[in-house]
């Protein structure tokens, strides 16, 4: 299983951009990258997901390196309710979900 | 429906005790897991079901006995637990392939006394 490498914390404050990082050098050309975030006392949440080109949805986007070696998660304008662990995984075909440690986001009012 | 339901949301249980956690979802979903959660750590990942089999045992215990009665049931029996087994435990579900999201439950909170 390919692994994850993310900040552990990261700070913001309310209604800037954040721009969450992920390293996956040992990703293979079917892993798909996925984002889920968890906010306190719940279940992990989708965020978005993409293979190799960047994608938009009504959460975030996501961008993604050329060489699939590293990808950003990015809130446009972070609000407190985005304060969460976010994490960056990857999936195979052989339907393995792994999770990281995760970057746990603080958003400052 | 995008749910997934489980239940209990809390569970108390002594060392000799016999208890199982449900999860159950009604997206049609083929691929069903168990995670373990411990505070401040991520989940990791217990069991995988795909078509009501069991494709992925990630070396648990045998005192943790998953069963996949139907597409839309997955259950976790509890048997001879340690007080170390207490955690957090997520059941989640997702359409068969690695290109399709995870939706997760709510979770089971369990303490072994």
């Known amino acids: 299983d390919a692994k994850t490498t993310q900040p552990n914390s990261m700070e913001s404050n309310e209604e800037e951009p954040v721009h969450l990082p992920c390293n996956h050098s040992?990703?293979?050309?079917?892993?798909?990258i996925h984002w889920y975030r968890q906010l306190p006392s719940q279940g992990p949440e989708y965020v978005i997901h993409?293979?190799?080109s960047n994608v938009n949805n009504r959460m975030a986007s996501l961008a993604i390196a050329e060489d699939r070696k590293s990808s950003t998660l990015i809130l446009h304008r972070a609000t407190l309710r985005d304060a969460a662990v976010y994490y960056c995984?990857?999936?195979?075909?052989?339907?393995?979900?792994?999770f990281g440690t995760g970057t746990s986001l603080t958003v400052i009012p | 429906d995008t749910e997934v339901t489980q239940t209990p949301k809390h569970l108390v249980m002594g060392m000799t005790n016999k208890k199982s956690l449900k999860c159950e979802q009604h997206?049609?979903?083929?691929?069903m897991y168990w995670y373990k959660q411990k505070a401040k750590k991520p989940p990791e990942l217990m069991f995988v079901y795909s078509y009501e089999k069991l494709s992925i045992n990630e070396s648990v215990p045998s005192r943790f006995s998953p069963e996949c009665p139907n597409s839309s049931l997955l259950n976790l029996h509890l048997h001879a637990l340690q007080p170390e087994d207490s955690a957090l435990y997520l059941c989640?579900?997702?359409?068969?392939?690695?290109?399709?999201?995870?939706?997760f439950g709510p979770g089971t909170r369990l303490t072994v006394t």
């Open positions: 993409g293979l190799t």
């Open positions: 995984i990857l999936r195979d075909v052989g339907n393995q979900f792994y």
């Open positions: 040992t990703i293979s050309g079917t892993d798909y």
């Open positions: 997206m049609g979903h083929r691929a």
């Open positions: 989640a579900s997702s359409q068969l392939g690695s290109l399709y999201e995870q939706y």
